[in-house]
């Protein structure tokens, strides 16, 4: 089983491997959720590497990824588990035909672990044979009230009561991830039990790490640019501004067109990659891009 890092420059280096770029803060909070056994709350804008971190996480643990991805309506019954209705029904049907007349041994068996469908939750406190799996608990923000508390339960005692069956409790709990983008509070008491982070946009060095990690087919100039336009981009009062998830699209786009540097026609035709509004896509087009591409290489010259 692969051990957690014993300090912050391994956990950093850990994340660095699976081509994670962790600043110090981050990689300090991931560090202490490992040592202290503690589920990890991020909160940040969209496309900053909340989700990623948890896939770097596993596969640098060499865990198991579980995922749950939460929604609107998201119930206890799609998130730990369900029986399996269909396979039941077959049974007591084989079960009638075959003349089988003990309803208990029936009950029992249509209740055992055979027709139980484990869902993320239930999976995440099971043993796993690599270690305790990374538990990604994702948009918990898009979930209501009541799914959250049943989460704090959860995570509180890692463990969860099937009537049928019994508790399950896990014997070493999992490494937990939390993401919000923030649409709506996440309750105090939810908050209380986890190590909380804000993932802030990446300074202009630690975005164009991340460039040269994720798209290292992009030249160095013109990674540079890239992070010098959408950084620019950034300061300016857009209805959604780019994550780094944008930075690395429009980067590959750039390279599928074999651009090797930025220019106002290039910009515009690839202005879709950046940014997902008509309106943002109005506002930046023309003079303003030509006016935003001079502003990102004045920041270039300053910092070489
Ligand atoms: N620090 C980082 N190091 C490496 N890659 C990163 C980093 N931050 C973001 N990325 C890249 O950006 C992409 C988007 O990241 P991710 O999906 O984790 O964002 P998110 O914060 O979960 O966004 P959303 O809120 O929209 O779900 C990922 O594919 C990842 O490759
Ligand atoms: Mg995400």
Same mark, same amino acid.
């Given at each position: ?23 110090? @803060? #981050? ?8 040592? #202290? ?8 804008e969209? @496309? ?26 998201? !119930?206890?019954?799609s ?26 041994e029936?009950?029992?068996? #249509? ?19 690599? @270690? ?62 986890? #190590?909380?982070h804000? *993932? ?29 336009? *959408? ?10 501004s ?23 026609? *290039? ?22 891009t030509?006016?935003?591409? !001079? ?10």
């Amino acid at each position: 089983m692969a051990s957690i890092p014993a300090s912050i420059d391994e956990t950093i280096a850990c994340l660095a491997e699976q081509d994670y770029v962790c600043g110090r @803060g #981050l990689g300090t909070v991931v560090f202490l959720s490992l040592t #202290l056994g503690k589920p990890l709350f991020l909160e940040g804008e969209a @496309g900053t590497g909340k989700t990623e971190i948890a896939k770097a996480l596993a596969a640098g643990l060499g865990r198991r990824l579980i995922r749950l991805q939460c929604y609107e309506g998201l !119930d206890a019954a799609s998130a730990i588990y369900e029986w399996n209705f269909a396979a039941q029904m077959v049974a007591i049907r084989t079960a009638e035909a075959a003349g089988q007349a003990d309803r208990g041994e029936l009950q029992a068996e #249509l209740f055992s672990a055979d027709y139980l469908i484990r869902r993320p939750l239930l999976d995440a406190l099971e043993p796993h044979a690599e @270690g305790p799996p990374v538990l990604l608990i994702d948009e918990v923000d898009r979930t209501d009230e009541p799914f959250e508390a049943f989460l704090l339960e959860v995570l509180s005692d890692f463990q969860v009561t099937i009537p049928e069956l019994g508790t399950v409790t896990a014997q070493e709990p999992p490494i937990v991830v939390l993401t919000s983008n923030r649409t709506r509070e996440v309750h105090d008491a939810l908050k209380r039990r986890c #190590l909380y982070h804000w *993932v802030d946009y990446p300074t202009f060095e630690r975005e164009l790490a991340i460039l040269r990690a994720r798209v290292p087919e992009a030249t160095q100039r013109l990674s540079e640019e890239i992070v010098a336009f *959408v950084q620019a981009l950034r300061g300016q009062d857009l209805f959604k501004s780019p994550g780094v998830a944008e930075a690395i699209d429009w980067a590959r786009c750039l390279v599928a067109l074999d651009a090797v540097a930025l220019s106002p026609e *290039v910009i515009t035709d690839t202005l879709g990659a950046v940014l997902k509004y008509q309106d943002d896509i109005a506002r930046i087009a023309g003079a303003e891009t030509t006016r935003l591409l !001079d502003e990102a290489k004045g920041a270039l010259a300053d910092v070489s």
